[in-house]
């Protein structure tokens, strides 16, 4: 008989903008820069027995202006700081496509870019998570769709895109400062399912 190992909950997030700051097509490792209190927030998750995974949509590789090996190295770098940090990661996935821009191969239709789930579900698959039990936390609009589509409960980070997705009053997400509010909200809410 073997151990059945019950799912995970997660943390699903966004990496630009809300792990570290969004500076349009991040291109070259020295770019990266930790948003405050994001490792911090990670660790938290972590101690919480969250997995943390991030999910991102990076185009700039579908519109040539990284390729997928340098995306790589960003993400060895972004993840080895985190770990520094006290906050390693459960996992990254990322989208390539994109559905207009760009050309060759990345440039398609995909079920990996969000707001669509297939990054999610391959996760799940992948490193045994319960998306009946994880959380998405991200700075766009689209973000709170791919949680609502998953569905999962979402945290969207105070923008203007956030502020103008909370007067149309339309989706159901909790507005907050940044990942560490988050990462609080997400903890309190574990303890009061399971109590
Ligand atoms: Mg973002
Ligand atoms: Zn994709």
């Excluded at 995970?8 to 969004?22: E, K, M, W, Y």
């Excluded at 991030?54 to 770990?83: D, F, K, M, P, Y």
């Excluded at 994109?98 to 799940?124: F, M, Q, S």
Aim: net charge neutral.
């Amino acid at each position: 008989m073997g151990v059945v190992k019950r799912p995970s909950p997660a943390a699903l997030l966004d990496r630009d903008g809300t792990v570290i700051r969004d500076v349009g097509y991040l291109r070259r490792v020295e770019e990266i820069e930790l948003l405050p209190r994001a490792a911090d927030a990670i660790g938290l998750l972590r101690r919480h027995g969250l997995k943390v995974v991030i999910v991102t949509n990076q185009s700039a590789v579908a519109r040539g202006l990284l390729t997928e090996a340098e995306l790589a190295a960003i993400h060895r770098e972004l993840a080895r700081r985190l770990a520094d940090g006290g906050a390693p990661l459960d996992g990254l996935y990322y989208c390539p496509h994109h559905p207009t821009e760009g050309w060759g191969a990345h440039r398609r239709a995909c079920e990996c870019r969000k707001p669509n789930i297939g990054l999610a579900k391959r996760a799940a698959a992948e490193l045994h998570l319960d998306l009946g039990r994880c959380y998405v936390v991200g700075d766009q609009r689209s973000d709170m769709e791919f949680a609502a589509r998953i569905p999962a409960r979402g945290f969207l980070l105070q923008s203007d895109a956030a502020q103008r997705a909370a007067e149309a009053g339309i989706e159901r997400f909790s507005l907050v400062k940044d990942l560490w509010e988050a990462a609080e909200l997400i903890v309190e809410d574990m303890e009061r399912k399971e109590s």
